[in-house]
């Protein structure tokens, strides 16, 4: 049993995120980095924005904005603050520094020597023009993990390119199968080919900090937005289609399933779908079609996947007449896999997701008391370590001071 010294050293252990005395510069820009330091601060690492004075973080002044007459596409006042800065900056601190100048690159170069973890997102060849890559960074701190984030790595004939979310979303084959089948490539609806690169750089870093315990050295971590996408887009064996008679953009179904599929009802749509062959019996007996199970063209999933286009008439027969709530109902006490098509507007209006406290509106940092837009919180919850990204985006340089003393003083080197 833990005596009570022990009880007051796990409550201070509790009060600090996994990450705190972990010292981070931040680097990056948009969307693929800032996701990656803003998991590292709500763990409780010190991420420290390296700004450019001359031109501050552009997302900052990217519509749309809040500011103290609400959200707007357009400035109404100086202070007001692009949307995408006030998430993505929450909970970390802001300096400016000049990296093109001798002053600036040597104060970088000094905060590097302290830093735990760099972060950038330039590319490929920026950081080595500016004389701040990782082959010049580790022999003066060789404790240093230094995480590039690119379009499509470090290394390669592409690695040069430009590269934004959509451009790797096509890049990556993800576009080729997305839509219908029929239709033209697509888009998918959020920047997750950013997201996801921003969430394996994450465990990248977390995973070269475990490394570094136990080998005291940092090192370098190559993360290509392409790469991260086709890893995970290759669970499914694209280069069979062609040889199974499967187009490859499948629509709201999925491949190896049949039905799934998305259905209307007579107020909304929902998805649901047979994962076995118990859940198709129970299909459709919910739908009054029980001798469907004898039909030899239904009698196993290959072949109901090759009559697909059949039994999604059959089930959107069904669906058209009842509502969404009495689809959902149903198919509940029938124990098959539904759930309404919800909107992602309102999606903080359903209870599971209040519950979980997943959003959180956003805070400003020139107008405390105002309600921001709504931002979600980092989604893994621990027993112990404290999550928060509770603090507002920082104000230009707002932190220099602080930082310039508690990183570069004779008791920051201590």
């Known amino acids: ?56 973080d552009p997302v900052r002044n990217s519509p749309p904005f809040f500011g103290k007459d609400g959200v707007s596409m357009s400035k109404a006042s100086p202070l007001d603050i692009g949307i995408a800065y006030l998430k993505r900056a929450r909970s970390k601190k802001s300096i400016e520094l000049d990296l093109k100048s001798a002053e600036g690159l040597n104060t970088f170069l000094r905060l590097a020597e302290k830093a735990d973890v760099i972060v950038e997102n330039f590319r490929v060849g920026v950081t080595k023009r500016l004389k701040i890559d990782y082959e010049q960074l580790k022999s003066k701190n060789p404790k240093v993990i230094y995480c590039s984030i690119t379009g499509f790595g470090a290394t390669g004939p592409d690695a040069s390119k430009k590269a934004f979310d959509a451009t790797v979303q096509a890049a990556s084959g993800l576009m080729s199968i997305t839509g219908e089948p029929d239709g033209l490539p697509m888009k998918i609806g959020s920047s997750m080919a950013d997201t996801i690169a921003g969430t394996f750089a994450f465990s990248g870093i977390l995973a070269s900090l475990f490394r570094r315990e136990k080998t005291g050295l940092g090192e370098y971590i190559d993360v290509s937005m392409t790469d991260c996408l086709v890893s995970l887009l290759y669970d499914e064996p694209w280069d069979c289609f062609e040889a199974l008679g499967l187009k490859k953009r499948q629509g709201n179904r999925i491949m190896r399933f049949s039905p799934f599929n998305c259905y209307a009802g007579k107020d909304g749509t929902v998805v649901l779908g047979a994962a076995s062959e118990k859940d198709w019996i129970s299909i459709l007996r919910m739908i009054g079609q029980a001798d469907l199970q004898y039909e030899d063209k239904f009698s196993s999933i290959s072949k109901r996947i090759e009559n697909n286009s059949e039994i999604d008439t059959i089930i959107s027969i069904w669906t058209s007449t009842r509502t969404v709530d009495e689809i959902a109902r149903l ?84």
């Open 1 to 56: 049993m833990l005596n009570q010294t022990d009880a007051i050293k796990d409550d201070k252990i509790a009060d600090k995120g996994a990450l705190s005395g972990i010292k981070v510069l931040d680097l990056t820009r948009y969307l693929s980095g800032p996701q990656t330091t803003l998991f590292l601060s709500a763990l409780g690492a010190e991420v420290v924005k390296i700004d450019d004075p001359n031109q501050g």
């Open 331 to 414: 198919c509940e006490n029938h124990e098959i896999p539904c759930h309404p098509v919800n909107d992602i507007a309102q999606i903080a209006e359903w209870k599971q997701i209040t519950d979980r406290e997943i959003l959180t509106p956003l805070p400003h940092p020139y107008f405390t008391n105002m309600r921001g837009p709504l931002a979600a919180n980092f989604p893994i919850k621990f027993s112990g370590s404290k999550i928060t990204l509770d603090n507002p985006a920082p104000k230009p340089n707002e932190h220099f001071k602080e930082i310039m003393e508690s990183w570069l003083s004779s008791e920051g080197n201590a």
